[in-house]
Antibody
Framework: EVQLVQSGAEVKKPGESLKISCKGS????????IGWVRQMPGKGLEWMGI????????RYSPSFQGQVTISADKSISTAYLQWSSLKASDTAMYYC????????????WGQGTLVTVSS | QSALTQEASVSGTVGQKVTLSCTGN????????VGWYQQISHGAPKTVMF??SLPSGIPDRFSGSKSGTTASLTISGLQPEDEADYYC???????????FGGGTKLTVL
């Protein structure tokens, strides 16, 4: 069974750093792109970027380029999303998703990680 | 402003057929398969359609189609549990990014 299991909720202060994770299981982790999606409170889904764990090829959505870093450790089948200096506006739910459907479509989603940034 | 345009809201009664649309351009929907994602009460999204294929476990009352730069998700025989937000998404080669629609809130009356 394919599963994407994300790390737990985080509460941080502005200016702090953070790295959240997404562990894949039940499939060949290095053979599928993994993307990150942001959902701000009461808003829709926004694509942040994507990584191919096989060779760490990473692409960022223009809106998120330079704001976050996406990485992966294929030895432990885990993808990461990190911030070096959080802002209150980073408060959101973050989902990882596997791009494994037809064409460039998503087939599996993680359960989400809630990030709250507040002083 | 989302790259893909969806209706803000759609409603239907139990048993009715409803169609949700997703409009893009030749850089995205016109060139790539479209996925549809269901989000119930702000829980994690769930894939209900990719291209014209139904994921395992999704009832066959869901179907997908595409014509030019518009994709559609049709739910035949609407059920109360279908009430949710629905998002479409595909790749956009001019942006080199995945793009989402703004989402459609489906209400089952």
């Amino acid at each position: 069974e394919v599963q994407l299991v994300q790390s737990g909720a985080e509460v941080k202060k502005p200016g702090e750093s953070l790295k959240i994770s997404c562990k894949g299981s039940g499939y060949s982790f290095t053979s599928y792109w993994i993307g990150w999606v942001r959902q701000m409170p009461g808003k829709g889904l926004e694509w942040m970027g994507i990584i191919y764990p096989g060779d760490s090829d990473t692409r960022y959505s223009p809106s998120f380029q330079g704001q976050v870093t996406i990485s992966a450790d294929k030895s432990i089948s885990t993808a990461y999303l990190q911030w070096s200096s959080l802002k209150a506006s980073d408060t959101a739910m973050y989902y990882c998703a596997r791009r494994g459907g037809v064409g460039a479509t998503i087939d599996y989603w993680g359960q989400g990680t809630l990030v709250t940034v507040s002083s | 402003q989302s790259a893909l345009t969806q209706e803000a809201s759609v409603s239907g009664t139990v048993g009715q057929k409803v169609t949700l649309s997703c409009t893009g351009n030749s850089n995205n929907i016109g060139s790539y398969a479209v996925g549809w994602y269901q989000q119930i009460s702000h829980g994690a999204p769930k894939t209900v359609m990719f291209g014209n294929s139904l994921p395992s476990g999704i009832p066959d009352r869901f179907s997908g189609s595409k014509s030019g730069t518009t994709a559609s998700l049709t739910i035949s025989g609407l059920q109360p549990e279908d009430e949710a937000d629905y998002y479409c998404s595909t790749w956009d080669y001019s942006l080199s990014a995945q793009v989402f629609g703004g989402g459609t809130k489906l209400t089952v009356l």
